[in-house]
C-alpha cells in the first residue's frame, strides 16, 4: 500500500471524528446538516494535502498524530472552498468529484452554512493541538498562523477573488500570482504546518518552502490540463477564463510543470531518507501529467 493510500484512511477516521465532535446529533434539527457534512466531505479525494503534511512531519521528525490532526483540519478548510466554488454565484457548478454538488444535492443555503461550519471546526481541530498531542503553545500557533494566512484574504480567498474576474486575456506573471494564491497557498501551508510538528532547521525549512511553492504552481497546472483533457474528450468549450493551457498552450504548460517537479525534488535532497514520502507525493503528481491532448 502506498504513503498515500495509508494517509487517506487515517485521514477519513480523523474527519469522521471530528463530524461526531462538532454535530452530535443525530437526530432532530440537525440531522440534515450533519448529512449534508458527510456527503461534502466523504468520498474524498485523494487527500493530497493531509498526506503532504504527514510527509512533511516525518521529513522533520515530527509528531505525527498531531500531523493527522492538522491535516484533517486543512482538508475541513480545503472542502469548504470546493462548496463554495460550486456555488450559483461562484462557479455555478453542478457536479463535484463525480456526483451533483453539495448545493444541487441539497440546497443553497445549507450548502453554503457547511462551508462556513468546515472552516470555522477546522480551527476548532487547529485549537486543540496543545491538549490532544502535546505540540507547544508556540509551535501551535505559528501553524495556526501560517494556515490562516495561506486561506484567508492573503492567501486562497485572494485568488479566489482574481479568479472570478480572470480572462483568457490575462497577463503570464498574473495568471501565475492567480495559481499561487488560489491553490497553491494552501498546499504550502500543508507542508510548512506538517514541518512544524517536528523542529525544522532554517535550511529545513527554506527547502519545505521551495518544495511548498513549486509543487503548488504544479497542482494548479495539473488542473487546467485535466480540464482542457475533459473539454476536447467531452467536446464542450473550455470555460472563459485565465488558464495555464490558455496562455502557455499544452505542451509548454506541461514543460513547466516537469521543471517544476524537478525543482521540488531537488529542494528535498537535504532530507535523505526522511524525504522518501515528500520524493513519492511530487513524482506521483507527475505520473499524472496527460501524455496527450488533441483537439
Known amino acids: 500500500m502506498s504513503f498515500v493510500q495509508d494517509i487517506q484512511k ?3 477516521s480523523t474527519l469522521e471524528a471530528v463530524l461526531q465532535e462538532q454535530v452530535p446529533q443525530r437526530r432532530g434539527p440537525l440531522d440534515k446538516f450533519s448529512k449534508v457534512l458527510r456527503y461534502a466531505l466523504f468520498p474524498g479525494g ?21 500531523a493527522v490532526s492538522i491535516g484533517a483540519a486543512i482538508e475541513l478548510i480545503h472542502n469548504y472552498s470546493l462548496i463554495h466554488d460550486d456555488l450559483p454565484c461562484m462557479d455555478d457548478s453542478c457536479l463535484r468529484r463525480g456526483k451533483q454538488a453539495t448545493h444541487k444535492e441539497f440546497d443553497e443555503g445549507l450548502a453554503l452554512l457547511a462551508g462556513n461550519a468546515l472552516l470555522t471546526d477546522a480551527f476548532v481541530v487547529l485549537s486543540e493541538l496543545p491538549k490532544r498531542h502535546s505540540i507547544s503553545a508556540e509551535s501551535t500557533i505559528e501553524i495556526i498562523n501560517i494556515i490562516a494566512s495561506c486561506a484567508g484574504s492573503s492567501g486562497m480567498v485572494a485568488g479566489q477573488v482574481l479568479d472570478l474576474k480572470s480572462s483568457p486575456k490575462i497577463s503570464f506573471p498574473e495568471l ?15 507542508v510548512m504546518a506538517g514541518a512544524l510538528t ?16 513549486a509543487i503548488g504552481l504544479v497542482f494548479q497546472i495539473m ?3 485535466d480540464d482542457a483533457k475533459s473539454s476536447v474528450e467531452q467536446r464542450t468549450p473550455e470555460p472563459p477564463r485565465a488558464s495555464f493551457v490558455q496562455i502557455l498552450g499544452v505542451e509548454e504548460s506541461k514543460q513547466r510543470a516537469s521543471e517544476l517537479i524537478g525543482e ?3 529542494a528535498i535532497k537535504i532530507f535523505g531518507k526522511r524525504g522518501a514520502p515528500l520524493v513519492e507525493l511530487v513524482e506521483l503528481l507527475g505520473s499524472k501529467l496527460p501524455l496527450n491532448i488533441q483537439g
Open 10 to 12: 487515517e485521514i477519513d
Open 46 to 66: 485523494k487527500r493530497f494535502r493531509p498526506a503532504l503534511t504527514m510527509a512533511a512531519a516525518k521529513a522533520c521528525d515530527g509528531n505525527k498524530g498531531a
Open 176 to 190: 501565475e500570482f492567480l495559481a499561487i494564491h488560489k491553490t497553491g497557498k494552501l498546499i504550502y501551508a500543508s
Open 198 to 213: 517536528g523542529k525544522p532547521t532554517q535550511e529545513e525549512r527554506k527547502a519545505l518552502e521551495k518544495y511548498g511553492e
Open 223 to 225: 488542473d487546467d490540463l
Open 264 to 266: 521540488s525534488i531537488k
